[in-house]
């Protein structure tokens, strides 16, 4: 007995472990990629990924209580923005693929958002706006969220520090 349960573990680790494998270069990567964004379930157990904003709106309504939501409303944009970090937003970024692509990331790719965590944020503040009944704006919310990114990657490069700095001499020709 003992036997029969370690061997059913050994291959039910393998049998994860060659589910999960990671890519090894850009071709596996990009081959996976491709099969993924034209998945309407990822994961195991299979998690929905909706296929443009309204329909993530429509699963948002679904998978949260109405007390839930009615929180998530009433609270401003500010506030929303701050939920991108431990909560909402990870579960987002995690639960729909954004950092290995799925069909929903897909469609905010071609929209121009790259970074998860940028999508995330799209997505719950035009979720926030469509719950008040406001204008999505979609046109200066996608631009301003851009622009976020920018200039925290900018003051993050201007706030390091060199640790080290090297000059090779060129061969001469």
């Known amino acids: 007995m003992p036997k029969t349960l370690l061997i059913g573990c050994l291959l039910l680790t393998c049998q994860l472990l060659v589910a999960q494998t990671i890519p090894n270069n850009d071709d596996e990567f990009d081959k996976e990629y491709e099969r993924r964004i034209r998945q309407e379930y990822l994961f195991y157990p299979p998690v929905y990924i909706p296929k443009d904003l309204t329909d993530a709106f429509i699963q948002l309504n679904k998978l949260m209580e109405k007390e839930a939501r009615f929180k998530f409303k009433s609270m401003t944009e500010k506030q929303v923005e701050h939920k991108i970090v431990f909560s909402f937003g990870r579960w987002i970024i995690r639960n729909w693929g954004f950092y ?73 020709q």
């Open 100 to 172: 290995g692509g799925s069909r929903f990331s897909h469609f905010l790719k071609q929209l121009g958002l790259h970074h998860p965590e940028d999508m995330a944020l799209f997505v719950m503040l035009t979720y926030h706006r469509n719950l008040n009944k406001k204008s999505l704006d979609v046109k200066t919310l996608l631009p301003a969220i851009l622009d976020k990114r920018d200039t925290r990657q900018k003051e993050r490069l201007l706030k390091g520090t060199i640790i080290h700095e090297e000059t090779r001499k060129r061969p001469k």
